[in-house]
């Protein structure tokens, strides 16, 4: 049986992944710190650990195991990185991938969006500091896997994650004022938007896995919104007949705002993953959430 060894598999997307992997079959450990719930039982081994700290003695049992994949969706420092490189011995990993993120990116996207050569960490250099943004801890944890993991890695770079079961509830926010007809600000109109569906990133991992691509990759839908496509759906999901949408830098924007500019799943596409489209999962998602909100 294959083994599989999680960091952070207790909720959203990581618990999909879990749950993804335990139907193909797979030995799921999952290492936490105990302190969160979850619905996986006994169907999964427990490891009690603090995954930011190197001293834990979580750490000695899961080295004492052979793990065909790891995946990491907790690291977001070079720190995090370098435990993983000094703690774990890369010989008795099959594949290690790591949660990276659209904010790699710095700057205005390209027309089809940033593509994977719009950052290469193995050209980054960077002052280590632990005061970074999230954005900068990603590129560090890049650049230090880079350099000091030797074994089989992928870091998947993921836009904004949706589902109706995101605890973040960045679409929920949408929803809910659209619905009160509060206003939803936009940090600007000519922003361009990717997502991937929460419940895709399972599928994604597994063809990874199968496929042994290593490297960084982006993960998204292949389609991308305009603000006025996003508006759009949001209009139609919600079946208002307006919105209360603004445009002012003096006030906070809605929570997707940072996050508008795109990136390109062309690599995965040329890989021979079929990526969905946005259309097909995107107005669903709205209509699901706007019954959830009216309940």
């Given at each position: 049986?294959?083994?599989?060894?999680?960091?952070?598999?207790?909720?959203?997307?990581?618990?999909?992944?879990?749950?993804?992997?335990?139907?193909?079959?797979?030995?799921?450990?999952?290492?936490?710190?105990?302190?969160?719930?979850?619905?996986?039982?006994?169907?999964?081994?427990?490891?009690?650990?603090?995954?930011?700290?190197?001293?834990?003695?979580?750490?000695?049992?899961?080295?004492?195991?052979?793990?065909?994949?790891?995946?990491?969706?907790?690291?977001?420092?070079?720190?995090?990185?370098?435990?993983?490189?000094?703690?774990l011995d890369a010989d008795n990993i099959g594949h290690y991938l790591f949660t990276s993120s659209l904010a790699v990116y710095e700057g205005a996207a390209p027309e089809a969006g940033f593509t994977e050569k719009d950052f290469d960490p193995t050209n980054y250099n960077f002052t280590?500091?632990?005061?970074?943004?999230?954005?900068?801890?990603?590129?560090?944890?890049?650049?230090?896997?880079?350099?000091?993991?030797?074994?089989?890695?992928?870091?998947?770079?993921?836009?904004?994650?949706?589902?109706?079961?995101?605890?973040?509830?960045?679409?929920?926010?949408?929803?809910?004022?659209?619905?009160?007809?509060?206003?939803?600000?936009?940090?600007?109109?000519?922003?361009?938007?990717?997502?991937?569906?929460?419940?895709?990133?399972?599928?994604?991992?597994?063809?990874?896995?199968?496929?042994?691509?290593?490297?960084?990759?982006?993960?998204?839908?292949?389609?991308?919104?305009?603000?006025?496509?996003?508006?759009?759906?949001?209009?139609?999901?919600?079946?208002?007949?307006?919105?209360?949408?603004?445009?002012?830098?003096?006030?906070?924007?809605?929570?997707?705002?940072?996050?508008?500019?795109?990136?390109?799943?062309?690599?995965?596409?040329?890989?021979?993953?079929?990526?969905?489209?946005?259309?097909?999962?995107?107005?669903?998602?709205?209509?699901?959430?706007?019954?959830?909100?009216?309940?």
């Amino acid at each position: 049986m294959k083994k599989m060894l999680v960091f952070g598999g207790t909720r959203f997307f990581g618990q999909k992944v879990v749950h993804h992997f335990l139907d193909l079959g797979y030995d799921v450990t999952i290492a936490t710190r105990g302190k969160s719930t979850d619905d996986l039982g006994e169907l999964v081994n427990r490891v009690v650990l603090d995954r930011s700290d190197a001293t834990h003695p979580g750490w000695a049992s899961l080295n004492k195991e052979k793990w065909d994949v790891v995946f990491d969706n907790i690291s977001f420092t070079w720190e995090d990185s370098k435990i993983i490189c000094d703690q774990l011995d890369a010989d008795n990993i099959g594949h290690y991938l790591f949660t990276s993120s659209l904010a790699v990116y710095e700057g205005a996207a390209p027309e089809a969006g940033f593509t994977e050569k719009d950052f290469d960490p193995t050209n980054y250099n960077f002052t280590p500091t632990s005061d970074v943004s999230y954005g900068e801890g990603k590129r560090q944890c890049e650049s230090y896997l880079e350099t000091n993991y030797h074994g089989l890695k992928t870091y998947l770079r993921f836009p904004v994650v949706l589902d109706d079961d995101d605890y973040t509830e960045r679409l929920h926010y949408y929803v809910r004022h659209a619905l009160q007809n509060e206003e939803i600000n936009f940090k600007r109109q000519d922003g361009r938007y990717s997502f991937v569906e929460a419940s895709e990133i399972p599928k994604v991992i597994q063809f990874i896995v199968e496929n042994k691509t290593s490297g960084p990759l982006n993960v998204a839908s292949d389609e991308i919104y305009t603000t006025k496509d996003f508006l759009s759906r949001l209009l139609s999901g919600t079946e208002l007949s307006s919105l209360n949408i603004c445009y002012d830098l003096t006030q906070e924007a809605a929570p997707l705002s940072k996050y508008d500019e795109p990136l390109s799943a062309a690599y995965l596409t040329s890989l021979g993953y079929q990526t969905s489209q946005l259309d097909d999962w995107f107005p669903q998602l709205i209509r699901s959430l706007t019954i959830q909100e009216r309940s």
